[in-house]
């Protein structure tokens, strides 16, 4: 790529070991994720599950396995040094200043705009705007730029368990990754599959037109800030034409000539008999 920023976010994402969980294949079985959660419950630290008939079950070392995920590190990402937390605002920010951590995306340098994409709709798969930035992004995001050594694992599994608990807010995500585990269920024969979409998928492309509709959105914003300005005078203008339309001069204006043009042809009748 020719955005330096870009691929030192890229090679930092892969560098955390997530590049197994992130780039698995594309192809998913639709009907087989939707019965995966209709039926999906936590049961002695398992997932299970029954899809076709068939019993399901994810441990967190089959989830290990099956991604290459990293399982030493920090479990609780609120164990995150301060100090790391206050070098990952200046690194990422536009303003190279400390800003507070429940701000908006937009605030961020584009690099790391993408990353908390990633992270909100492919790590944490929380319920909300995509373009909040709560604290759990901000700290993954921090652990990511500065290196921070996290259990992938473990964050990861739990996730997917409150994904399957019943109650929870949390969203129904993992696609790829649970069509991949399904998969590799025994004695599990699964119905059509589909190609995960294209536009979906992070490609040098995708990027750039990830970066050209931002652009975009910050220059509409720009722009739309003389409008701001000049809303009052439209309606001052638009107060003084009810104004003038409400007036009753010329309407006893129009009546008058009415009136002498009545007049006048009286008038003429009786002229016209003399004639």
Known sequence: MDNPGMVVMFQTLVATGLKGFLGCHTVIHEAALLEFFQNGSVRDGLVVSTVNGVTVEISEQLFSETFELPVKGL???????????????????FSGEPVSTSGK??????????????????????????????????????????????????????????????????????????????????????????????????????????????????????????????TPVKKAVSKKRPAVGAATEPVAKKKRPTKSRAVSSKDKLEILPVA
Not at 75 to 93: G, M, Q, R, W
Not at 191 to 209: A, D, Y
């Open 75 to 93: 479990t609780d990402l609120s164990e995150i040094p301060k100090d790391i937390v206050f070098d990952a605002k200046n690194i990422v920010y």
């Open 105 to 230: 995306k937009r605030e961020m340098k584009i690099e790391f705009q993408l990353l908390c994409d990633i992270l909100a709709k492919k790590i944490s798969v929380k319920a909300g705007s995509f373009d909040a930035i709560t604290q759990e992004k901000f700290l993954m995001l921090a652990a990511i730029t500065c290196g921070v050594k996290i259990n992938w694992n473990r964050l990861l599994f739990n996730i997917l368990k409150d994904m399957v608990t019943a109650g929870t807010r949390q969203e129904k995500g993992y696609a790829i990754q649970i069509s991949l585990l399904v998969e590799n269920a025994p004695n599990l024969e699964l119905g059509e599959s589909m190609e995960f979409p294209s536009s979906k998928i992070l490609t040098e492309k995708t990027v750039h037109r990830y970066i050209s509709l931002n652009d975009k959105v910050g220059g509409e914003e720009v722009a739309d800030a003389p409008r701001v300005k000049r």
